[in-house]
């Protein structure tokens, strides 16, 4: 890991986590992956829910704008120069008060030094750029919002898992399965690489979670703001409002579920009889390849341990994977 790229957030009890509903992060990044060359994996409903509202003259300036993200996007232009405004209207209103001569300043600023060809063709002429992607913004929007809507079920199950981790001290497992690009380990951020300029430490700011329900691969991350760092992660369950995953929903009741999930709580709690890969992979009707990657995640948290026995190796709990699962488990632990 680079130190541009990591932030060590210290013990995790003295870390202050807020979980935000923001639409104006799930609207950018939804533009990222549909007019942009960016994975985010959109949902096929949302894919052409796009495509048929966006002003088509505008979608070559909004392309043009959108390629540039490789050398950043400015706040104003990712919906997020406020994440207090979690409402629509007022991100919007923000948008429309940009002015062409800001819009220049905010863009150049991401690159100060031998531009791209991309970012060139938007400084030369700010203000049809600007009106484009106002335009593109304001008509997505009022196609997607419907589907926004959604999504607002799944987001307050999410805040309501983050709040019972940090209450019940489980953040680390939460943080380890957020978004592949965004491991964690030992106290550690790792930022995709990218994300340039990270100060090495939280120290004092806030941690900023939030959910995009754009797509199952979708990321935004803001790490040198001196308040906060906040990351933008797929919305877990967003398959159940897009019909694109078969992942079976948390039980109400099953705080254990509601944390790790549905596979990675089924395979804490079947660690007291120390399984092996293999086995776990039978027992949960996976493939191995499945159950390996949900087991490192486990062990990232310091739920879970590998121990050699002869010719095979066997998974067991920590003392912290037992704690949790006498904890929370909807069912004694074993």
């Not at 939280?202 to 797509?215: D, E, K, N, T, V």
Request: hydrophobic content about 45%.
């Amino acid at each position: 890991m680079t130190a541009e790229r990591i932030v060590r957030l210290g013990p995790l009890e003295q870390v202050h986590v807020e979980v935000i509903r923001h639409p104006g992060a799930t609207l950018f990044t939804l533009l990222l992956g549909v007019l942009g060359d960016h994975p985010v994996e959109v949902p096929d409903l949302w894919r052409r829910t796009v495509h048929s509202s966006v002003p088509a003259a505008a979608v070559p300036l909004v392309r043009t704008l959108l390629s540039t993200a490789h050398v950043g996007i400015p706040d104003s232009l990712a919906l997020v120069s406020e994440l207090r405004s979690t409402k629509m209207s007022a991100v919007l209103e923000q948008l429309m008060a940009l002015g062409p001569d800001e819009f220049a300043d905010d863009m150049a600023a991401q690159c100060p030094v031998s531009p791209p060809l991309a970012l060139r063709k938007v400084l030369d002429s700010p203000g049809d750029y600007l009106t484009a992607y106002q335009q593109v913004v304001t008509s997505v929007w009022e196609a997607f919002e419907p589907l926004w809507k959604r999504a607002d079920g799944l987001i307050g199950r999410e805040m309501e898992r983050v709040g019972l981790a940090t209450v019940t001290g489980s953040l680390a497992p939460v943080l380890a399965g957020l978004n592949s690009k965004v491991p964690y380990r030992d106290g550690v951020l790792q930022l995709p690489p990218f994300v340039h300029g990270a100060p090495a430490e939280l120290g004092s700011r806030r941690l900023i979670l939030m959910p995009l329900a754009s797509g199952h691969r979708a990321g935004l991350y803001d790490p040198v703001h001196p308040e906060h760092l906040f990351i933008g992660y797929p919305l877990p369950g967003l398959g159940h409002i897009t019909g694109a995953s078969l992942d079976s929903p948390a039980p109400a009741d099953d705080a254990l579920v509601l944390i790790l999930g549905a596979v990675r709580a089924a395979i804490l709690r079947q660690l007291p009889r120390h399984p092996t890969v293999g086995e776990l992979a039978r027992s949960l009707h996976t493939s191995p390849s499945t159950a390996t990657y949900h087991c490192d995640q486990l062990a990232a948290a310091g739920l879970l341990q590998r121990e050699r026995h002869g010719q095979h190796v066997r998974l067991r709990a920590t003392d912290r994977g037992m704690a949790l699962l006498e904890l929370l488990s909807a069912t004694p632990a074993a």
